[in-house]
């Protein structure tokens, strides 16, 4: 049980590649939709009870495929970061290889991005590797790395598409790994 980041950075970029087999290296997700469909999972955009809820994965009833659901009152860049966590539950904690079905015994867990709060152990563990797996996909470090000094926090979120506050997270966990000499 458990990933390191290392090996959470490796499967963002393999996964990356798999969507954009002609791409020479990670650039930043111009579609998370068209990432999704072109991996075989199904994407649709829902109302939810309750509106803490981002996301979630399920079995398409139709196809037996993947199917990760959004939260259509969210705004593009928080459904983008909900469709990425959702697609790394698949992958580290459902087993599911890209292109594949979603067998019976992985397919009915709903994996929701709610309030961490209330989560066990496991279930926060999970949680923090899903983001980590959507930092690594959407944020796509070497890229990050060359454009941090560059543009302000405002920039980069438009750049790659995600919240100024995902921006300022990855910025101290990249800090953080690259050791003293970025700070
Ligand atoms: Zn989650």
């Known amino acids: 049980m458990g990933y ?3 090996q959470i950075k490796l499967i963002a970029s393999i996964v990356y ?8 290296n990670q650039k930043k997700v111009k579609s998370m939709v068209e990432l999704l469909q072109g991996l075989g999972i199904n994407v649709t955009k829902s109302g939810m009870i309750n509106d803490e809820i981002s996301g979630y994965v399920t079995k398409s009833e139709i ?3 993947p199917e990760i659901v959004v939260n259509s009152s969210h705004g593009n860049f928080r459904r983008r970061f909900t469709m990425a966590h959702e697609l790394g539950h698949l992958i580290l904690h459902f087993k599911w290889k890209p292109f594949g079905l979603l067998d019976d015994n992985h397919g009915i867990n709903i994996a929701y991005r709610k309030d961490i ?6 279930q926060r563990t999970e949680e923090a590797e899903a983001n980590k797996f959507a930092a690594e996909l959407l944020m796509p470090e070497d890229k990050f790395l060359e454009l941090m000094d560059l543009k302000d926090d405002q920039e ?5 598409g995600v919240s100024e506050l995902a921006i300022r997270i990855r910025k101290k966990s990249i800090k953080k790994t690259r050791g ?3 700070q």
Do not use: Q
Request: net charge negative.
């Open 117 to 122: 709060e209330s989560y066990s152990f496991l």
């Open 17 to 24: 590649k798999l969507a954009n087999p002609h791409s020479e």
């Open 180 to 182: 003293t000499n970025l």
């Open 156 to 160: 980069l979120s438009e750049y790659f």
């Open 63 to 65: 196809d037996d495929k």
């Open 4 to 6: 390191t980041n290392e």
